[in-house]
Structures are given as C-alpha cells and as structure tokens.
C-alpha cells in the first residue's frame, strides 16, 4: 500500500510563499501522474495542479496559474508544489493525489488511487 505524506504547510501573510512536498513512503510512483488537490472550509475538494510521470503534460487551475508551480523528483519520490503570491482564498487543506494513469486527464477528472492526509495552508490577510 503506497502512502503519500505531505509537508511544508503552516500560516504565511498575503503576498508570501509556501513549498508543499509530498513523499510515497512505500513503493514508487515514477510513473504515476500526481497532482495536488485542495479543499477550503465549506467548499468542495477541486484539482490545483498535475504533473506526469514524464513532465510533459502540467495542469493548473485558472485561479493559481503563474503563482503556483508544480514539479516531482522521480528519483525521491517526491512532488512538490511552490506557491507564490498567496491569497487569503488559497487557504485550504492541500492533499496530494497519485492516479496509476498516466495521463493527465484522468487525474483532472478525479481519477485517484492515492490520497494523502493533507496539510493545512493559511494565508492571512
């Protein structure tokens, strides 16, 4: 059973930045596409951003397009999301998502076999 732990979540002000990473504990994701999921209070869980397992496709929500950026390290098994210019909207709980499809519509339309537990990200005003 493959588990992804996230990292890097905490309370920043508006205008500042974050670096979320997530770790497969177990096993290897290397083709995996990933992504990063995010749900705010009340709201419902929607896709951030994803990556395949090849970096060729990427993915970002309108609303965190040239403020957040997406990569892995396939050799760590890691993926990270790095957000700038935070906005009092971003603060949710950000999971990370791993979908044994590689391609990246799938994991867009919500097709994911792994979840993490989340993190929690705060942007104060």
């Known amino acids: 059973q493959v588990q992804l732990v996230e990292s890097g979540g905490g309370l920043v002000q508006a205008g500042g930045s974050l670096r979320l990473s997530c770790a497969a504990s177990?096993?290897?994701?290397?083709?995996?596409?990933m992504g990063w999921f995010r749900q705010a209070a009340g709201k419902e869980r929607e896709i951030v951003a994803a990556i395949t397992w090849n970096f060729k496709d990427t993915y970002y929500a309108d609303s965190v397009k040239g403020r957040f950026a997406i990569s892995r390290d396939r050799a760590k098994n890691t993926l990270y999301l790095q957000m700038n210019s935070l906005k009092p909207e971003d603060t949710a709980v950000y999971y990370c998502?791993?979908?044994?499809?590689?391609?990246?519509?799938?994991?867009?339309?919500?097709?994911?076999?792994?979840w993490g537990k989340g993190t929690l990200v705060t942007v104060s005003s």
């Open positions: 177990r096993g290897t994701f290397s083709t995996w596409t």
């Open positions: 998502a791993a979908d044994r499809v590689p391609t990246i519509t799938s994991i867009i339309d919500g097709g994911v076999d792994y």
